[in-house]
């Protein structure tokens, strides 16, 4: 049987997955990319899903020279306004605004679609040599060894690699193969994603409208034909999110509105709807031999204050970081990678969860506790700073 040879397999063809090739590649590595499938590069049948990238994230795609062609298609988020409202329809009580505090500093974020992200990705991915995209198999099984890992894809091809990347999504594949147990924690709750037009701008402010059944967070997106626009993520329990998915267009545009507390005016959907469960996920490890795991294979977080994909891109960082040509995929090229993000990981999954299961608790003595909270992180200038670097990746 003929086995390729390639310096790393990348198992996932996510946004993380991506962008682990494209960064491996432009490093010099060789890399075979397996999937299923591509991701769709279509507005109307891609990831309805954007991210808000913070300065890390930004930092890495410079790094890797991908930045100047997503910047285009970036909407800057000079603020992040958290609104806490009670009662249906929701009445705000107090919002409170996270801003950079020095005049002329650059935005806290970077919101761009996934599907659009996707396909600048895939251009670029496309143009490397070093890099092969294998469609239509996805990760089968492997064997390591001491010096590299032996692996089989879904089709029978055959390879050898020194680092396999498990960027495989929360069913990882990979992980299950190596041997990593995961904690998974779920809260009965779906999201909806989908993007919407109205009538107010949005001024470059993202925010998280808080009620009961978790947060409903708007986020700015360029204009379209002159229409300001707005993605947005919507939080709720599993049946509320099911019966809103079946509602018509206009019915579907009325109800967001409503649990906007009416921020930017009336609502118009102007996507399909993705539906998407809320669950935390960690693996028990980050490694194995031969072997890292990176994103949502290693880690899944609820989809509040932009932690989820950033901290997916900070995996990233470390693991190329910390390799090189004489020492990927060894033992002390793991070491080094697990040292560097288990910690951070752990403490980002339990916070995020833990924040979650505050803000979405109908609960008077719960509401309370969440609106206390808001006034003292955002009113204390110290504990504001320190909420605002664990947010950027600092």
């Not at 009662?87 to 005049?103: H, L, M, N, Q, Y």
């Not at 980002?348 to 803000?359: D, E, K, M, P, Q």
């Not at 608790?361 to 955002?378: I, T």
Request: aromatic share 6%; net charge positive; hydrophobic share 40%.
């Amino acid at each position: 049987m003929t086995r390729e040879t390639t310096d790393i397999l990348i198992a996932g063809a996510g946004i993380a997955g991506l962008t682990a090739a494209a960064c491996f590649g432009q490093a010099g590595y060789s890399v075979t990319l397996a999937a299923p499938r591509p991701p769709s590069r279509d507005k109307t049948e891609g990831d309805q899903r954007s991210t808000a990238f913070l300065d890390p994230a930004t930092a890495l795609f410079s790094q890797a020279g991908l930045w100047e062609a997503l910047a285009p298609h970036a909407q800057p988020l000079q603020e992040l306004h958290i609104t806490d409202t009670t009662g249906w329809p929701p009445k705000i009580r107090d919002t409170r605004a996270f801003r950079s505090e020095a005049p002329g500093t650059p935005p806290l974020a970077q919101n761009l679609m996934n599907w659009r992200i996707a396909d600048v990705l895939l251009n670029a991915l496309e143009s490397l040599p070093n890099v092969t995209l294998h469609w239509g198999a996805g990760f089968a099984s492997m064997v390591t060894r001491e010096r590299e890992a032996l692996l089989r894809l879904t089709d029978g091809t055959s390879l050898r690699a020194r680092l396999v990347i498990g960027a495989d999504g929360r069913g990882s594949t990979v992980r299950e193969a190596a041997g990593i147990e995961a904690e998974i924690s779920r809260f009965g709750q779906k999201a909806l994603a989908f993007t919407v037009t109205h009538p107010q701008p949005h001024n470059n402010i993202s925010t998280e409208v808080y009620n009961q059944g978790g947060p409903f967070t708007l986020i700015p997106l360029p204009d379209s034909a002159g229409q300001a626009q707005s993605a947005v993520v919507w939080m709720t329990p599993g049946p509320e999110t099911l019966r809103l998915q079946a509602l018509d267009d206009a019915a579907f545009s009325a109800e967001a509105s409503t649990r906007s507390a009416g921020l930017l005016g009336p609502l118009t959907l102007a996507s399909r709807r993705a539906l998407f469960p809320i669950i935390t996920l960690r693996a028990k490890a980050l490694t194995a031999q031969r072997t890292a795991l990176i994103a949502e294979a290693a880690h899944v977080i609820p989809p509040i204050g932009a932690q989820g994909l950033n901290t997916s891109l900070n995996d990233l960082a470390a693991l190329l970081g910390s390799a090189t040509p004489d020492t990927l995929g060894s033992r002390q090229h793991l070491d080094a990678y697990e040292k560097s993000r288990a910690r951070d990981v752990a403490a980002r999954v339990a916070a995020i969860g833990f924040y979650n299961r505050l803000t979405r608790s109908g609960l008077p003595p719960l509401q309370s506790l969440r609106l206390s909270g808001l006034k003292v992180v955002a009113d204390l200038p110290p504990l504001r700073r320190a909420v605002m670097r664990a947010g950027m990746g600092g």
